[in-house]
T-cell receptor
Framework: DVKVTQSSRYLVKRTGEKVFLECVQD?????MFWYRQDPGLGLRLIYF???????EKGDIPEGYSVSREKKERFSLILESASTNQTSMYLC?????????????????FGPGTRLTVL | AQSVTQLGSHVSVSEGALVLLRCNYS??????LFWYVQYPNQGLQLLLK??????LVKGINGFEAEFKKSETSFHLTKPSAHMSDAAEYFC????????????FGDGTTLTVKP
């Protein structure tokens, strides 16, 4: 079974702190994703990576950065946490299944990190 | 550009009743379509996916979905709800871009009454 783990289930930080959220997958997946989930807003893509050291902005990258130094690990960084970044953060990974000239496949999710910024 | 609309943010059914969760998509190419389920305090997991083979797709836990191109819909159904089906359900669409991204709907919370 694919396993995606996230470093913390719950995290409480103070405004202005630098926050690291870690995600590790054990299935050699090329793609990794970071989402935030807020009530009524569904999942919104923050950043994704399709290879080591490669990253692309998603729909809401402001205030976030990412790092992917190894294939299995994808980190989300909040440079200076703010209260509006209080949310559930979900990491996911997928293969790059080739389909009609592009790539797509099932995403496998971690359990999430509920971050509270005070 | 791809997008998904889930009609109804909350659906409530009685145990044993039909479950119908609605999803409409927009895509400039024939899409890949997914339904994911999220149980309380957990991440999302795949229920089923459509990949342009059979239009009626069967998934886990007795769920199925039918792809209707003319209606741009991919509604999720289950003939008889069980208490354990109470969860949040997400529809997602992918156009198979180089990035392999999916776009998710806002989710539908299913409540099952005894």
């Amino acid at each position: 079974d694919v396993k995606v783990t996230q470093s913390s289930r719950y995290l409480v930080k103070r405004t202005g702190e630098k926050v690291f959220l870690e995600c590790v997958q054990d299935m050699d997946h090329e793609n990794m994703f970071w989402y935030r989930q807020d009530p009524g807003l569904g999942l919104r893509l923050i950043y994704f990576s399709y290879d080591v050291k490669m990253k692309e902005k998603g729909d809401i990258p402001e205030g976030y950065s990412v790092s992917r130094e190894k294939k299995e690990r994808f980190s989300l960084i909040l440079e200076s946490a703010s209260t509006n970044q209080t949310s559930m953060y979900l990491c996911a990974s997928s293969t790059r299944a080739r389909w009609r000239g592009g790539f797509t496949d099932t995403q496998y999710f971690g359990p999430g990190t509920r971050l509270t910024v005070l | 550009a791809q997008s998904v609309t889930q009609l109804g943010s909350h659906v409530s059914v009685s145990e044993g009743a039909l479950v119908l969760l609605r999803c409409n998509y927009s895509s400039s190419v024939p899409p890949y379509l997914f339904w994911y389920v999220q149980y309380p305090n957990q991440g999302l997991q795949l229920l089923l996916k459509y990949t342009s083979a059979a239009t009626l797709v069967k998934g886990i836990n007795g769920f199925e979905a039918e792809f209707k191109k003319s209606e741009t819909s991919f509604h999720l159904t289950k003939p008889s709800a069980h208490m354990s089906d109470a969860a949040e359900y997400f529809c997602a669409v992918s156009e198979g871009t180089n990035a392999g991204k999916s776009t998710f709907g806002d989710g539908t919370t299913l409540t099952v009454k005894p």
